[in-house]
């Protein structure tokens, strides 16, 4: 690969003698390479920027799932002429590198993806929260309620020190945090419903940790999102929620070869690509698996084949 590059990384992931000596050897034919760190402060937004106005053919986020989204945002207002996005996964979730099949726990592995050249347009999802004047871009998926309190619940030291397995121990206290909510929905050009849950998921990628997929529709690059209301309520209806969830929209479907999803009273799945939400009381919010506050109204869409993706 012959191209300039730009990394942007996270000093607070990945020890840099470490990466420097893994890049190098992926890299050892290219002499144009350019380095941004991220800080507190900034996850990358002014680094991808510069590596944009520097001309890099590529830009290589290395870090979290925020370093990737906001590398990723970036890029993607670009147009015809952004430079391609290299991954080399350092996080809890790493849940766009999961879904793209990116390799994990080996960041030599990772850039010899990179460097094989081999790209994937994706989509990327935008999301306008309450007034806010911009838009926030999202790569996996977006959540309001209980996936966004158990973000809120989870210690962050025990993350560092277990992984996503912290998420499970902070499951119970979500629970009793999440409230069911009514709300009303519009997907695209379709009329407004009146909805009741306690978990709304919207997401461009379906796939989290533990091998559990909770959009079996969503493809990062069929131009469309997909949504997940969940209400369940009661030992019954959990058991039915996570029944459907692991076995009708998980184990069944791939040793079934079966395609359609299956939905139910407490677990209801749509699709488009445009979704306007609102909501009857400011709930928890989370973006691509980060705490993003509480809010009221959402107004979500698909921007097709916005990332040249090298997996």
């Keep these: 690969m012959s191209e300039r590059i730009g990394i942007v990384w996270n000093p607070t992931k990945i020890d840099e003698a470490v990466l420097r000596d893994a890049v190098s050897a992926a890299f050892s034919e290219t002499d144009d390479l350019q380095w941004w760190e991220t800080s507190a402060d900034d996850p990358g937004r002014s680094m991808a920027e510069a590596a944009v106005a520097a001309g890099c053919d590529v830009v290589i ?6 370093t990737v989204r ?100 902070a499951m119970g206290r979500a629970l009793t945090a999440a409230e069911t909510m009514d709300f009303t929905l519009r997907v695209d050009d379709g009329d407004e419903q009146l909805l009741s849950g306690h978990t709304l998921l919207i997401g461009n990628c379906g796939a989290i940790q533990g091998g559990v997929t909770l959009l079996p529709d969503a493809v990062p690059d069929d131009g469309r999102l997909d949504l997940l209301l969940v209400s369940a309520d009661g030992a019954a209806q959990w058991m039915q929620t996570l029944r459907t969830i692991v076995w009708d929209n998980g184990i069944r479907r791939v040793l079934a070869g079966d395609e359609e999803t299956v939905s139910t009273d407490a677990a209801q799945h749509l699709s488009g690509e445009s979704i306007r939400v609102r909501l ?21 869409r698909v921007q097709p084949a916005a990332l040249r993706v090298l997996c």
């Design 61 to 66: 986020a290395v870090g979290g799932d925020g």
């Design 280 to 300: 009857s009381t400011p709930s928890a919010f989370e973006i691509d698996g980060e705490e993003a506050g509480e809010v009221s109204a959402l107004d979500v």
């Design 70 to 169: 906001v590398v990723a945002e970036v890029i993607a207002q670009q147009g015809e002429d952004a430079p391609a996005l290299g991954i080399v996964p350092q996080g809890t979730g790493n849940l766009l590198a999961r879904n793209l099949g990116i390799p994990l726990g080996s960041v030599p592995k990772a850039l010899t993806t990179i460097a094989a050249g081999r790209t994937r347009d994706i989509d990327m999802g935008w999301v306008r929260a309450d007034d806010a004047e911009a838009e926030t871009g999202f790569l996996v998926m977006i959540g309001s309620g209980l996936d966004a309190h158990m973000l809120a619940e989870t210690d962050d030291d025990l993350k560092d020190k277990a992984g996503w397995l912290a998420y499970v121990e």
